[in-house]
């Protein structure tokens, strides 16, 4: 598979701040790649560096064999990008915004833009200073989208989307990698990542900890589940069970907390056994789930930085 995005060993320091240290990875065309880590860890940096906001002060970035640097102006016209933080001139309206950026880019397929302004239900006619931060989130992936790129650089693309809108961005990525584009997609949400992205990269205090298939999220992805019983329950008939790492009970034994990594089958069919009064299941932060597995053997993160596969 041929690279389109190539990073290798990029550094930016902003001094005391955290900026990102020695970072690479190979992004191929046609792929998904998800871009995963909490708020902090260097996303942003990382795309700033690759759409040359700023500077890299080691390392390289290339995409489709242009340096992000030199070549920034040649490379923007065949890259879409979504900002972590959009800034746009508050007094035009969607439709304002968007015509503007069709014409920078010499325009666009009308039919095609109108289309993604209905998937995602955007109301043009309204001033961008008066959308709620979903709206102005639809307005900038409409303009990534738009001219069809042959890549798609996305920080946090889905923040601020309601459900449904989320579910349109997906149906939009899939349709990108079908046609053979690429998608460079940030994220700090495990459950996002899983359903658009074919491969990850995790990044963690500005160093890559990991990099794998997207199935190799199963190895971090830890949540619990809380179930309320009608009486009393019997903890050792959850703490023997596939998938449970952990057993709390709570309320005088009944109810239970799981500490889960896998699938719940197993725990949903022991339950079954008992009258249930209510089951909830909470997925901690992503700052959580790697405070847990990177340092659970006492190892800071930049030890496990080391172990990139």
Not at 34 to 41: D, E, I, K, S
Not at 126 to 149: C, E
Not at 268 to 276: C, F, G, L
Request: net charge neutral; aromatic share 6%.
């Amino acid at each position: 598979m041929t690279a389109i995005i190539e990073v290798e060993k990029l550094t930016k320091s902003y001094g005391r701040r955290r900026g990102i240290a020695d970072v690479s990875f190979q992004v191929g065309e046609g792929e998904v790649f998800g871009f995963l880590g909490p708020n902090g860890a260097g996303k942003t940096t990382t795309i700033r560096v690759l759409m040359a906001l700023i500077r890299a002060d080691s390392g390289s970035a290339k995409i489709t064999g242009l340096d992000c640097w030199d070549r920034s102006v040649d490379i923007k016209r065949s890259v879409g990008s979504v900002p972590g933080e959009p800034s746009l001139d508050g007094n035009l309206t969607g439709g304002q915004i968007l015509e503007y950026f069709a014409n920078l880019r010499g325009g666009v397929d009308q039919k095609y833009l109108n289309q993604l302004v209905e998937r995602l239900d955007l109301d043009t006619g309204r001033k961008f200073r008066q959308y709620s931060t979903g709206n102005k989130r639809k307005v900038v992936l409409i303009q990534a989208f738009m001219h069809k790129p042959r890549v798609l650089i996305l920080d946090e693309p889905t923040s601020g989307l309601d459900p449904l809108n989320q579910q349109e961005f997906d149906g939009m990525v899939r349709e990108a990698r079908e046609e053979g584009r690429t998608v460079f997609l940030s994220s700090h949400v495990l459950s996002e990542v899983e359903k658009t992205c074919t491969r990850v990269g995790i990044i963690r205090e500005g160093r890559l900890v990991k990099i794998g298939g997207v199935h190799d999220l199963k190895d971090i992805k830890r949540y619990e589940i809380t179930i309320l019983f009608a009486q009393p329950v019997p903890v050792e008939a959850f703490a023997q069970l596939e998938g449970v790492t952990d057993v709390e009970t709570l309320n005088d034994g009944r109810a239970v907390r799981l500490a889960m990594q896998g699938s719940a089958d197993a725990v949903i069919k022991a339950a079954a056994h008992y009258p249930v009064i209510s089951l909830t299941s909470y997925e901690p932060s992503l700052e959580d789930v790697f405070l847990r597995y990177y340092e659970s053997d006492g190892r800071p993160a930049k030890e496990v930085a080391a172990n990139v596969v």
